[in-house]
């Protein structure tokens, strides 16, 4: 079954707090170290000690058997071994949630935080939205 287990993985509670790149202004991807700016292509250096502590030290449940695993690892993703059933899984990346609303009907629609601009429809009234980060 080895399809199977490739397949398995845990998302990260933790996140970075959110940066604005020092050239453009815009979001950031949110990750540690050497980021490159989706929206200028500015390379930047950002450290946060505290997100790497959390990570060090964050409690992950294997997705396989429920032990509860202390990740050990101080960057996402990565790739954690289950002491219990010894499947190897990956620990990826906390995915930002926010909610905007609809300027026209005021319906609230949740979606991913990315850098960038985008354009939806709203799922009620289909005004069509612009969102950017
Ligand atoms: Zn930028
Ligand atoms: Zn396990
Ligand atoms: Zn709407």
Redesign the pocket.
């Known amino acids: 079954m080895e399809s199977d287990e490739e397949q398995k993985s845990v998302e990260s509670r933790v996140a970075p707090p959110d940066l604005s790149c020092p050239k453009c202004n815009g979001l950031l991807p949110s990750k540690l170290g050497k980021i490159r700016c989706v929206l200028c292509d500015v390379e930047v250096n950002v450290e946060h000690k505290l997100t790497r502590k959390k990570w060090l030290e964050e409690k992950i449940s294997c997705p396989a058997c429920s032990t509860v695993l202390i990740a050990g690892v101080d960057d996402r993703p990565c790739h954690l071994k289950c002491s219990t059933c010894e499947i190897i899984f990956e620990l990826k990346p906390h995915v930002k949630k926010v909610e905007i609303q ?1 300027k ?2 005021d ?1 609230k629609i949740r979606m991913n935080k990315r850098p960038g601009k985008r354009k939806i429809s ?1 799922p ?2 289909q ?1 069509p939205l612009i969102i950017r980060f």
């Open positions: 609809c026209k009907c319906r709203c009620s009234c005004e």
